[in-house]
């Protein structure tokens, strides 16, 4: 069976270390242990780490990746944690109201930071993974754990995921970028690429910034896998 790729994407046989350029220098400090803390419409803090992790169902889940740039990896196996059960039985719990949590702040390790409607957090194949193909999540992808959500764009994938902030709305939401180049949902299936300007004209912007920044991204990689000894 094939299967079709969305609008305007187009396959990429590898999977590159990828993301807004100021982010290629960025690292994670921590890359062993996990740990994430939720703040706001909580109680308190609620701090997740393995521990917490190890009480939920391991789950394996092979999805395509695309990027809003236009580049789409097909069947990644990854593995982790449905996102909708830490939510119910990490998170929940401790939430005072729930009818006011619509939407994520999921902010990285690295810096970066972005947004998700609770709603498309609890589709069922959102998942924090630990393990890509296999193997534990490495650096370039994002470990010691990210957010994996297939039907968006991968800019909504945080990498080195740390902090999660629920919030009644994304007005405290400042973008690590131009605000043209975030949408609230970025849902692939309806190329909503960003917000004010049309998808095909935004695949056009970014389709040439590919190539520079897999190159961009890949030579930091290997500089910090160089200052590490590694
Ligand atoms: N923390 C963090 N998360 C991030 C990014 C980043 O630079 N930093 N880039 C985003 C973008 S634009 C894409 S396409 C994917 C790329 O994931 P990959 O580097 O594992 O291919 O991560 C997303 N999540
Ligand atoms: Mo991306």
Redesign the pocket.
């Known amino acids: 069976m094939t299967t079709a790729l969305p609008p305007g994407q187009r396959e990429r046989p590898d999977?590159?270390?990828?993301?807004?350029t100021p982010?290629?220098k960025?690292f994670p400090t921590q890359t062993e242990h996990i740990h994430i803390s939720v703040s706001g419409l909580t109680e308190a803090v609620i701090e997740i780490g393995r521990e917490q992790l190890d009480a939920l169902e391991r789950v394996e889940q092979t999805s395509d990746?695309h990027?809003?740039?236009t580049w789409s990896?097909l069947g990644l196996h990854w593995s982790g944690y449905r996102f909708k059960d830490i939510y119910d039985r990490l998170i929940a719990p401790a939430v005072i109201d729930p009818t006011q949590v619509k939407v994520l702040i999921l902010k990285?390790?690295?810096?970066?930071r972005?947004t998700l409607l609770l709603e498309d957090a609890l589709a069922d194949d959102v998942l924090l993974a630990d393990q890509l193909n296999g193997e534990p999540l490495d650096v370039?992808?994002?470990g010691p754990v990210?957010l994996v959500a297939p039907s968006q764009?991968?800019?909504?994938?945080?990498?080195?995921?740390h902090k999660i902030e629920l919030c009644p709305d994304d007005s405290t939401f400042r973008p690590a970028a131009f605000r043209f180049m975030d949408h609230p949902r970025g849902r692939v299936a309806l190329e909503e690429r960003g917000r004010i300007f049309p998808g095909w004209l935004l695949r056009r912007v970014y389709r040439p910034m590919i190539g520079p920044t897999v190159r961009l991204?890949a030579r930091e990689l290997t500089r910090f896998h160089a200052n590490r000894g590694e």
């Open positions: 999977f590159p270390r990828f993301g807004l982010f290629a960025r990746f990027c809003v740039t990896h990285a390790q690295d810096g970066a972005t370039a992808h994002g990210r764009y991968g800019y909504k994938s945080a990498k080195y995921l991204f």
